[in-house]
């Protein structure tokens, strides 16, 4: 059973969580991990592949809220890649199972809080743009927040950090390493702007349309609120869509989530190859900061 809470304010319950989650994990695991991986539907497999890898279940962590999302395993998992230790969530929780906030962010928050000061996210995503198509990776240059919500809504210990800036949410760094990373390995990555939507339901082919002309080119459930947390505790993050499908009204087909899940599988060896060489390149652009 986890500990009890401490009476006060929410945000002081939440980082009472965050240091018992935090200290659970660094009882288990050895190493000093410097960069968070967060692996989204069907992308799991990467962390099967971290040399000296650990492994600590969601459930063994104190208030890590666990997925029921198919595709989304529930570990922590530590490991090497390249001259990098890297903290990856294998899976996460999102807003339409059901859970407050601030279990959403729980895991990033918990990434920043045991030593993670970049952090590269990951997701499954309906293309919109005309230049996607499933199977092709897509950079995150920005995001629309379409969930209806904020994670930082609430009190807030620090005034200083009341008005996160999020002008440039993704990193130019980790994005010029991306963009690297993708050159080096010959694979095409394109670019685009990410809208978050609370789902569960896919979208109508109205509402596709609407987030074109609002300047979308891949929709998912996941991310948006994720990136807010990092950039509030002043963690650099980086972010990249596996595009699975093409969104509602520009497919012959209906949209369902093991069609997502199997064509995340099919590039999986892709995704593995050019999530690997981001990392060492985001962790030499993060040794020049």
């Known amino acids: 059973m986890p500990p009890e809470r401490p ?9 009472f969580e965050v240091e018992e989650a935090r200290a659970a994990v660094l009882g288990q695991v050895r ?19 971290l040399s000296r890898r650990q492994i600590v279940p969601y459930e063994e962590i104190p208030y890590f809220p666990v997925p029921r999302v198919l595709g989304h395993a529930g570990n922590l998992c530590v490991g090497d890649v390249g001259g990098a230790t890297v903290a990856c969530l294998q899976g996460r929780v999102h807003a339409y199972e059901g859970h407050a906030l601030d279990r959403v962010v729980f895991g990033v928050r918990l990434l920043a809080a045991i030593g993670c000061h ?7 995503a309906g293309g919109i743009g005309d230049h996607l198509a499933p199977g092709d990776l897509m950079l995150i240059t920005d995001h629309l ?3 209806g919500r904020n994670p930082l809504v609430g009190p807030e ?32 990555l394109k670019e685009g702007v990410y809208a978050g939507v609370l789902g569960p339901s896919y979208e109508t082919p109205a509402e596709i349309r609407m ?15 994720e990136v807010i947390a990092l950039r509030h505790l ?31 599988r099919k590039m999986q060896k892709t995704f593995v190859r050019f999530l690997t060489r981001w990392i060492e390149l985001a962790t030499e652009a993060s040794a020049g900061v």
Do not use: C, W
Not at 118 to 124: D, H, I, M, R, S
Not at 157 to 183: C, H, I, T, V, W
């Open 31 to 49: 190493g000093d991990p410097r960069v968070g991986v967060v692996l989204g539907s069907g992308l799991g497999a990467f962390a099967e592949r």
């Open 157 to 188: 210990e620090n005034p200083e950090r009341r008005f996160p800036d999020m002008s440039e949410a993704y990193d130019p760094a980790l994005r010029a390493a991306a963009k690297g990373a993708a050159q080096d390995l010959g694979i095409a």
């Open 211 to 225: 987030l074109r002309t609002l300047g979308a080119d891949a929709v998912g459930m996941s991310t948006v609120l």
């Open 118 to 124: 970049t952090v590269l996210v990951t997701n499954a």
């Open 7 to 15: 009476a006060g304010e929410s945000r002081v319950t939440l980082r």
């Open 145 to 147: 927040n379409l969930t």
């Open 234 to 264: 002043g963690v650099r993050v980086g972010a990249v869509s596996a595009i699975t499908n093409r969104a509602a009204g520009l497919s012959a087909t209906p949209l369902r989530h093991d069609e997502v899940q199997e064509t995340a």
